[in-house]
């Protein structure tokens, strides 16, 4: 069965950072592109990174650029968002996602199509 578990999320002071973690089971995330998304109290969700699944080229939201980091390590079946440099701006639910079986493997899938599977996102907290 497919899962995946989010972590890392807290309070942090501007300009601080963390890093979370997307844990997958049930697949191999080096098989998808996998994105992180955020969703902040009564605002949409929006994508912030996705790293491919074939070269690891990633791409990130304007507003994360210069700060946030996605990485994947798949020894562990684990992607990374560092976050840098947090500001006030950043706090939110943030969530991983895969795109589902045979809907595709890439960014575009992950990031644009309702076809995927969440975690149970991890709060990021950013407060002085």
């Known amino acids: 069965q497919l899962q995946i578990v989010e972590s890392g999320g807290g309070l942090v002071q501007p300009g601080g950072s963390l890093r979370l973690s997307c844990a997958a089971s049930?697949?191999?995330?080096?098989?998808?592109?996998i994105g992180w998304f955020r969703q902040a109290p009564g605002k949409q969700r929006d994508g912030v990174s996705c790293i491919s699944e074939s070269d690891g080229m990633t791409y990130d939201a304007e507003f994360v650029k210069g700060r946030f980091t996605i990485s994947r390590d798949n020894a562990k079946n684990t992607v990374y968002l560092q976050m840098n440099s947090l500001k006030p701006e950043d706090p939110a639910v943030y969530y991983c996602?895969?795109?589902?079986?045979?809907?595709?493997?890439?960014?575009?899938?992950?990031?644009?199509?309702?076809?995927?599977?969440w975690g149970q996102g991890t709060q990021v907290t950013v407060s002085s």
């Open positions: 049930g697949f191999n995330l080096d098989y998808y592109a």
């Open positions: 996602a895969a795109p589902l079986p045979g809907r595709g493997r890439d960014c575009v899938a992950t990031m644009t199509t309702p076809f995927v599977a």
